[in-house]
């Protein structure tokens, strides 16, 4: 079997919900996520790199620049507020790297055998998805 690594990365804000530390509060990470597809190549490619690299920063630019909320984590005033003058990205998931493993490994499993996706959210804690 071979695995191909792929990276992409994008900046954005988030804060933890039912958290005691620094983390409760609005902060921003660049986030890295790489991506760890297998399978057997077909004359000598198991998939075109330019169509994976595409396929992840993709997804990855849909969360750039922006301030990634929990779904229901803020007051609805605060939310709509902040909604008018900058873009959010709801997610139904606590915003941890742990929950952004799964979720780009659930996204990009949809057209790939994903073998494991790491998510960095900073240069030395990453937290990894693996195919089980
Ligand atoms: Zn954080």
Same mark, same amino acid.
């Given at each position: ?74 007051? !609805?005033?605060?939310? /709509?507020? @902040? ?7 709801? #997610?139904?998931?606590?915003? +941890?790297?742990? $929950?952004?493993? !799964?979720?780009?490994? /659930?996204? @990009? ?7 494991? #996706?790491?998510?960095?959210? +900073?240069?030395? $804690? ?7």
């Amino acid at each position: 079997m071979y695995v191909l690594d792929t990276e992409a990365s994008f900046d954005a804000a988030h804060f933890l919900t039912n958290y005691e530390g620094k983390c409760k509060n609005i902060h921003g990470h660049r986030w890295r996520v790489v991506l760890s597809i297998c399978g057997d190549p077909i004359n000598g490619m198991v998939v075109d790199f330019n169509i994976i690299k595409k396929d992840l920063k993709e997804l990855c630019d849909y969360f750039d620049h922006t301030f990634i909320v929990e779904k229901d984590s803020l007051r !609805k005033e605060v939310f /709509d507020l @902040l909604n008018e003058d900058f873009v959010l990205r709801v #997610v139904p998931f606590r915003t +941890t790297a742990e $929950n952004f493993s !799964k979720y780009f490994y /659930d996204e @990009l499993s949809k057209k790939y055998k994903v073998l494991e #996706v790491c998510v960095y959210e +900073t240069p030395n $804690n990453c937290a990894r998805y693996v195919c089980k």
